[in-house]
């Protein structure tokens, strides 16, 4: 009963504090920039009252995904320097309980708030995403290149679509190549063909009236030929173009977890080799992101425990640095794997590596 007692109530003092600090958070992370656009907006009219309302509620996903682990960290951390300042750490400890037995009802509530962080950014971001974007209107489809290869590997042409909607993808512009080894100082180009749409049915791609300039091995213009009907894509490579051209103007944030574990392997097929390694690593990352609740929950426990005569501050320093260094470098890490300097495996598994470290560092500085 006792032990029981003991999980209770040190469950019921980390989920108060991790609550407050999650909520906190999330108020300072979203008023300077969320509400403050969003109230501009309001006022200057490009947004409704109920629109408002519906920006703030679909921002809260991605602010709550952040909020989560930090939530954690701050909130064991606060807890546990007021168990330790009011000797209650210092009782249980004189009573025999190990330090992971004190943090057990810590790592339960940690697991819960891992499932759900995972919950939040594989579920309700994507879809508060899209919500967002259909509010706000921003169907900006941004540029989409698809280039296909020999199976030698030599390139045989680069397709590339600036716009297109469900049925007509527009303004196509088609670079066709020598497909054969060409003499040194020869042009790669063969031919050019521009058109306002070509249709796709599902097992092809095809241009109607469109222009070809046709280009000599030495690089120079020779003639332009009127095409009626030209098949640009056909069978499967018709199929993985569409698709990744529909995942291709999505953020990350946007595709669910079976949308992006599918991206990646037309990425991989097609072998758009920087495309797959940046969104392997996204991919990993939320998988990483969630279980970081866990490791930034024992983090937090280390870093409150203290002496009664050591300084309270240094563990909420050294949190505050762990929190800027685990965000700011989720971008450098991204652009490592993408360049394939590191491998996603090895980017998306630094911070965790190192917090792990570091909890390790710390059971022994503190001898627990």
């Not at 810590?106 to 899209?130: C, Q």
């Not at 000599?216 to 095409?227: A, L, Q, R, Y």
């Not at 929190?323 to 590191?342: H, N, Q």
């Amino acid at each position: 009963m006792k032990i029981k007692l003991l999980d209770r109530y040190i469950f019921s003092q980390v989920f108060l504090t991790c609550f407050a600090c999650i909520f906190i958070f999330m108020i300072i992370w979203i008023m300077p920039e969320i509400l403050l656009k969003t109230v501009q907006r309001t006022i200057n009219g490009s947004y409704t009252i109920e629109m408002a309302i519906s920006v703030l509620l679909c921002e809260l996903p991605k602010v709550l995904n952040i909020a989560m682990p930090v939530g954690m960290l701050l909130g064991t951390i606060l807890c546990f320097e007021k168990l330790s300042k009011d000797f209650e750490i210092t009782v249980m400890r004189g009573s025999g309980f190990p330090f992971f037995r004190i943090i057990a009802s810590v790592i339960v509530l940690s697991v819960f708030a891992t499932g759900f962080t995972f919950i939040v950014g594989s579920k309700l971001l994507p879809a508060s995403a899209i919500k967002l974007k259909e509010i706000k209107d921003d169907n900006n489809v941004s540029q989409f290149v698809f280039p296909v290869k020999h199976k030698s590997g030599a390139m045989d042409k680069i397709i590339i679509v600036p716009n297109f909607d469900e049925n007509y993808i527009k303004d196509v512009i088609v670079l066709n190549f020598y497909n054969h080894e060409q003499e040194k100082g020869d042009s790669l180009l063969s031919s050019i063909v521009v058109s306002d749409y070509v249709k796709y049915n599902h097992s092809d791609w095809t241009i109607n009236n469109a222009k070809k300039y046709l280009i000599s091995k030495e690089g120079i213009f020779k003639d332009i030929v009127e095409v009626n009907e030209l098949k640009i894509l056909e069978g499967e490579s018709a199929v993985n173009a569409y698709k990744l051209m529909k995942y291709s103007v999505n953020r990350d944030r946007e595709l669910t977890n079976p949308q992006i574990s599918e991206y990646i392997k037309l990425l991989k097929k097609e072998q758009m080799d920087d495309e797959y390694r940046f969104m392997l690593n996204k991919y990993i990352q939320r998988y990483v992101h969630s279980f970081m609740c866990i490791i930034f929950a024992i983090l937090g426990c280390l870093l409150g425990f203290s002496k009664p005569r050591e300084q309270k501050f240094i563990g909420m320093l050294i949190a505050v640095g762990i929190i800027f260094g685990y965000y700011i470098t989720i971008p450098f890490f991204d652009l490592l794997a993408e360049k394939d300097v590191l491998s996603p495996w090895i980017t998306s598994m630094i911070a965790p590596t190192i917090s792990i470290i570091l909890i390790i560092t710390l059971k022994k500085m503190k001898d627990l």
